[in-house]
């Protein structure tokens, strides 16, 4: 064995170390053994030779030949105890519950950079060599040769329980600008609960009635206020609605250097007569009771529900969907406070990108996620349900699993029809404005809604998805309505299938309501190659009584063929709310790599357990991906509806910890 | 691959849960989805469910491997709890309760169950004899009142049954009842130790809420005349009776319309399962077409003719040997469900297909589904015709589940 002095391979449990290169433990044998494959495998009549259908890996089976020497006794026999604890250890890890510290395998050949770690399993020693044969008698020294067989998980750039920061990153490039955080490890990457096109057009500040230029664009850092605000001063955030793709936002995110002092100031929407107090959560906002925004230095955000009444109003000249925040009192000493690194932008994404080198290995890495709420608290924007699903980018970087069921703010690549009882309508209330509804649908299925994907983005939507459409039943009783989604491959012509359920809506008059459509293919076939061009397209199918009307929002579908996980609070006793993050875990806590906890966002406590309705969480090695976030109210089981308010946002931090079939070298 | 694990890696979630069941007076509220206990499918050794034309959910089998702690607390609370189990798509695929378990620690072995056999609300239907003459006379049939035990619904739910008992008095009668309530109330339970020893273990034989349809009695005695036939069912499924425990609305079912009359009035003390059953198989009344019916998701009632169309193809040469929707998209083996027409299409190939399905020999009517863990797949098919449809509105025949 050419163990050079560079070399590492040990047994520790971080704290023990069993070191199986020096004395009196010398390694003389180790063959390193390759995780096998445990495939489920199918064959057709005269279909030639068998296929797996199914695979996974299986723990490793390394055996490694040691010989312990040395000339004391006792100590020898105190190191082959302290190995065996170690060992029993490791298994006692797996097999008790109060066993917390795993053992691990730490390897690094000489000339190799980077340190593997495998989380030890079990072990098997079957026997120990005569310790009063030769040449205990004739050399004076203790000499025990001996087989030791290590199962162990798969190889791990971390040691078990530990993991590496990810980089994600939530940009938008739209008119000439582009907002949002690049990749970073800080808490500073948001997702919002819906995909908008529409972003913010226009910043003006308004001095004393005299309006400054538009601060879209503008050079860092700029001032949010006059540098010496007085009452009634005022900024204003806006969209253009005379732009394509615009409407209304529900969020703005800053990035404060210098911070305001005011005595008082207060968030305001136009509502056709006035400008009227928005409720907010504004995490810029200090401690203290009084509204006085601005306060905290660094990233935060702001965040509302479009009000009901909102509507657009020229400011400065433009015309579209404004909100402003009001020196109500500036009080003595006022300083303005100033918009530092970025441009302030509204979240409009609903999802986190992770570059392809962020995660590197040779198979998926294991994964953490911790989403923030950033929305909840001043205003009902918690939620307690949670859907995460993985999409690698290469299968297409304009896939959304948010479609608008509106005229706008989609991809150019899709068109969303109404057709018989269905005609877009306004709604404030919705994620774009825009919104289909449904007038009566009487007693027989008919197609409601059509969207196409035409034949450049169809491929880009190729997978499986879980299907869930948001909307309001406004009339009429509840199940007056009943909604059922098709899958079509091709033209109107093409194969179809429906998706696994007919939903109505549970309740009347409460908007947001969430219906599941359940699991569905596009296009419905999986005979298509890469090659293949066609079109696809979903029909919304409607069954009334003819007296009921409804809104429908958007579409989702949340990609389930990578990897999917629904985290909801079971017991619906803690909302993710302000104060809390949800903590997706496939790391920390090998023992269970499916656990979602809540903890306290100040202090990291845990405070309630979310059931893991899925996989150990992952992340693609060596490949571009996005993690996509839709967010539900699950009501306690005897409503008989849940709500998802495309209002909610949160923010990402992402880590992994790689895995490896064999050394890692320099990666 | 172990099962537990293949389910852990494929996303399958198996979730558990203890019914509240809260009796007040005569009124029971009995929640399926009471107390969460949580997931169990990584500690899975077995497990298969069938999904029947006749019956939707139908049954089902897990076998899990745990500590001797867990199968003890199983074996103690396990009978009855509700489960749930959903692909990895997030749909549901069955769902069911503990009908009855059994297993093993060390030398002991024990089973429970099955939780059908409980009575705790018992009447004795009996012919009274009159013994204050000389020789004593035999009476009518007569029904004693029944008689509950409360502390056995609030621990298991409403399971009525009526006695069949020989001639006697009224106050024999009652005695008789009396003793078999308290024989029944609660499950049987069997231990017995045997020579090896085993892992700790435990079976769950699961049942489908279809089989709650056994719980009540359902007499009609209000009203005479006809009703339809899907009306009818959708009475049963309302009667507090037949339906003791609540589970089933006629507001949480799709019923499709039947015209077929049928008599209202009922007072023949049957269970609601085998006057659906005869129900049913009645058919349709157009073309006398078999009728399926179901309990699935959120115990809801699917009542419909049988589809006319196929929905799963499969080929004898498919490498992946896969159930395929006619556009070819694969089906997993725990997605595919019963009642619907399967078309193996590499068999008789240049055969015409004719506008009768059941006329066509590659046309397999699947009768009953059952998914093996991890990728077992067993279809069964049913024979399909028109003519026991029509006995059985004919007042003979019946159907089979």
New interface residues.
């Given amino acids: 064995m050419n163990a050079g002095r560079w070399a590492r391979l040990i047994v520790t449990d971080g704290t023990d170390i069993i070191d199986l290169l020096n004395p009196p433990v010398c390694l003389k044998d180790w063959e390193p053994a390759i995780a096998q494959k445990q495939e489920i495998r199918q064959q057709g009549f005269q279909s030639g030779g068998s296929i797996p259908v199914d695979f996974s890996w299986d723990n490793i089976n390394d055996t490694f030949t040691l010989n312990m020497k040395g000339r004391d006794g006792d100590a020898l026999a105190r190191t082959l105890q302290d190995f065996h604890r170690l060992l029993i250890k490791a298994v006692e890890y797996w097999s008790t519950k109060q066993q917390k510290e795993p053992v691990w395998i730490e390897a690094r050949a000489q000339h190799e950079t980077n340190v593997r770690y495998a989380h030890i399993v079990s072990f098997q020693t079957e026997k120990d060599n005569n310790p009063f044969a030769q040449p205990y008698f004739a050399a004076k020294s203790y000499r025990r040769n001996f087989d030791l067989g290590i199962e162990h998980k798969d190889w791990l750039a971390n040691f078990p329980g530990d993991s590496d920061c990810v980089q994600v990153s939530g940009t938008q490039a739209w008119e000439g600008s582009t907002f949002g955080r690049t990749a970073t490890c800080l808490d500073e990457v948001y997702v919002a609960n819906k995909h908008n096109v529409a972003q913010l057009t226009h910043i003006f500040v308004d001095d004393g009635g005299v309006f400054g230029g538009n601060l879209i664009g503008a050079a860092l850092p700029f001032n949010l206020l006059p540098a010496v605000p007085a009452n009634n001063d005022a900024v204003y955030f806006g969209i253009d609605t005379t732009v394509g793709d615009s409407g209304p936002f529900c969020s703005l995110v800053f990035d404060i250097g210098t911070v305001a002092v005011t005595a008082q100031t207060q968030w305001e929407s136009w509502n056709g007569a006035a400008w009227v107090l928005l409720g907010t959560q504004d995490n810029t906002d200090g401690a203290g009771g009084i509204s006085d925004a601005f306060e905290v230095a660094g990233v935060n955000s702001v965040h509302w529900e479009h009000p009901a009444a909102w509507v657009t109003v020229a400011v400065n000249g433009v015309t579209g969907y404004w909100v402003r925040l009001r020196v109500v009192v500036a009080g003595g000493g006022a300083v303005g406070p100033t918009q530092q690194n970025r441009d302030v932008y509204s979240i409009v994404w609903p999802h986190v990108d992770i570059a392809a080198a962020q995660v590197i290995g040779d198979f998926e890495a294991l994964a953490r996620t911790v989403i923030v709420n950033q929305s909840g608290g001043s205003v009902s924007l918690g939620a307690n349900r949670i859907i995460v699903g993985l999409r690698s980018l290469w299968r297409g970087a304009n896939f959304s699993p948010y479609i608008n069921l509106s005229d706008e703010q989609n991809n150019g690549g899709i068109t969303v029809t109404p057709s018989g009882t269905g005609a877009f309508s306004n709604n404030v209330e919705t994620p774009t404005g825009r919104q289909v509804t449904l007038t009566n649908p009487g007693a027989a299925w008919a197609t409601v809604i059509t969207i196409v994907f035409d034949t450049t983005l169809a491929p880009q939507y190729r997978g499986k998805f879980h299907a869930y459409l948001r909307g309001e039943q406004t009339s009429g009783a509840a199940g007056d309505i009943e909604l059922r989604l098709r899958s079509r491959m091709g033209n109107v012509t093409g194969y179809s299938r429906l998706a696994k359920k007919v939903v109505s809506f549970g309740v009347v008059g409460t908007d947001d309501v969430v219906l599941d459509f359940g699991a569905i293919n596009i296009p419905p076939t999986d005979n298509l190659a890469d090659g293949d061009i066609a079109e696809s397209r979903l029909n919304i199918e409607a069954f009334g009584d003819g007296v009921a009307d409804c809104n429908l929002y958007d579409l989702i579908l949340m990609p389930v063929d990578e990897w999917i996980g629904d985290y909801s609070d079971i017991d619906h006793l803690t909302t993710w709310d302000n104060d809390f993050e949800l903590d997706i875990d496939g790391v920390a806590y090998p023992k269970n790599t499916k656990r979602a906890l809540i903890r306290l966002v100040a202090t990291g406590a845990v405070n309630d357990i979310y059931e893991a309705n899925a996989t150990t969480p992952i992340l693609q090695a060596n490949t571009a991906q996005r993690l996509w976030f839709f967010i539900i109210r699950d009501l306690v089981p005897a409503t008989p509806y849940d709500t998802s308010e495309f209002e909610v946002a949160g923010s990402v931090l992402e880590y992994a910890n790689a895995r490896y079939l064999s050394a890692r070298g320099d990666r | 691959?172990t099962i537990g694990?293949?389910f852990?890696?494929?996303?399958i979630?198996i979730?558990v849960w203890k019914p509240t069941i809260v009796v007040a007076g005569s009124n029971v509220t009995y929640?399926p989805?009471g107390e969460?206990i949580?997931?169990i499918q990584d500690k899975l050794s077995a497990y298969s469910h069938t999904l029947g034309a006749f019956g939707g959910y139908l049954n089902g089998t897990i076998s899990l491997t745990d500590t001797k702690e867990e199968i003890q607390e199983w074996l103690s609370e396990g009978l009855g709890r509700h489960i749930e189990v959903?692909?990895?798509?997030?749909?549901q695929i069955f769902e069911g309760f503990v009908g009855s378990l059994n297993g093993a620690i060390e030398t002991l072995t024990f089973a429970r169950g099955p939780l059908l056999d409980i009575a705790n609300r018992v009447s004795v239907i009996y012919q009274l004899i009159n013994r204050t003459v000389n020789p004593p006379i035999d009476g009518m049939r007569v029904v004693t009142a029944s008689a509950d035990d409360n502390t056995s619904k609030i621990d298991w739910g409403v399971f009525e049954k009526i006695y069949n008992g020989p001639g006697m008095s009224a106050i024999e009668a009652l005695q008789v009842r009396d003793k078999f309530l308290n024989e029944k109330k609660n499950p049987e339970t069997d231990r017995n130790f045997t020579g090896g020893s085993a892992d700790p273990n435990i079976t769950l034989s699961l049942l489908g809420y279809l089989h709650f349809l056994k719980a009540g009695i359902y007499n009609q005695t209000t009203n005479s005349g006809t009703t339809t036939l899907s009306v009818k069912i959708e009475d049963i499924l309302d009667d507090g009776g037949a339906d003791p425990n609540a589970l089933f609305a006629s507001?949480n079912a799709?019923i499709e319309a039947n015209a077929i009359l049928v008599q209202r009035y009922e007072n023949d003390n049957n269970v609601p399962l085998s006057l659906i059953k005869a129900l049913v198989a009645q058919g349709e009344p157009v073309n006398d077409e078999r009728t399926l019916f179901g309990v699935f998701e959120n115990r809801k009632v699917v009542y419909e003719t049988m589809p006319q169309t196929v929905e799963y193809i499969k080929?004898?040469?498919?490498?992946?040997?896969s159930v395929?929707?006619?556009?070819?998209?694969?089906i997993e083996p725990w997605d595919v469900e019963a009642g619907k027409w399967l078309k193996i299409t590499d068999f008789l190939i240049g055969e015409t297909e004719t506008v009768d399905l059941r006329l066509d020999p590659r046309m397999m009517f699947l009768e009953q589904v059952k998914y093996t863990a991890?990728?077992g797949l067993e279809l069964q098919g049913g024979k399909v015709s028109t003519f026991p449809q029509r006995l059985a509105q004919l007042g003979t025949g019946g159907t089979s589940a």
């Fill in positions: 691959m694990s293949f852990a890696d494929q996303g979630v979730k929640t989805q969460y949580g997931t959903f692909n990895p798509a997030k749909d507001t799709d080929r004898l040469s498919d490498e992946r040997q395929m929707t006619p556009g070819e998209e694969w991890p990728r």
